[in-house]
């Protein structure tokens, strides 16, 4: 957090990066710093609404003062062209100054079909990426359905 490093978490669905980002969350938190959680849609749409009331601004500075901002699923997402602006304006805003988290399915490669401007993720990529760590998370899905999950042995109480 001194240094306003940013990681991303990029890997399939079920593979823990969700997990992986919210410890480092809950670490910085314990560790005294004021952080914040939000699903990337709750959060797009958050900074849509605020364009209504002329809020947006107020918002973006609120979101740029946490020490850490995670945002997680960046990926399943359609995207209004107003929200691509108004996240970029926050991304903006934090670069060089406080943390992002992000996790993604989505590699770098693959955010320009996501915010369908090339300039803005050129600039985007160029300022998260400055201070980052990528971390990809691979493997199976830690989601297996119960009825596929191995038997464990049973532990009976000592009498």
């Not at 314990?30 to 959680?37: E, I, V």
């Not at 691509?84 to 406080?98: H, I, P, S, W």
């Not at 943390?99 to 996501?114: K, M, V």
């Not at 400055?130 to 999950?149: A, M, Y």
Request: net charge positive; proline share 4%.
């Amino acid at each position: 957090m001194e240094r306003a490093q940013n990681i991303v978490f990029i890997g399939e669905p079920g593979t823990g990066k969700t997990g992986l980002a919210i410890g480092l969350l809950r670490q910085a938190i314990l560790s005294g710093y004021r952080c914040r959680f939000f699903k990337a849609q709750d959060l797009l749409d958050s900074l849509y609404a605020s364009l209504a009331d002329r809020s947006t601004q107020k918002l973006i500075n609120t979101l740029s003062r946490y020490a850490v901002l995670l945002i997680d699923e960046l990926g399943y997402l359609t995207l209004k062209p107003e929200q691509v602006n108004a996240f970029f304006r926050l991304m903006d805003e934090r670069y060089g100054k406080t943390s992002t988290l992000i996790t993604t399915n989505l590699e770098y490669s693959d955010w320009y079909s996501l915010f369908q401007r090339k300039s803005l993720v050129d600039a985007l990529l160029n300022r998260l990426q400055h201070h980052c760590v990528t971390i990809r998370v691979g493997g199976p899905s830690l989601r297996v359905p119960e009825e596929q999950q191995p038997d464990l042995p049973t532990s009976h109480p000592v009498l």
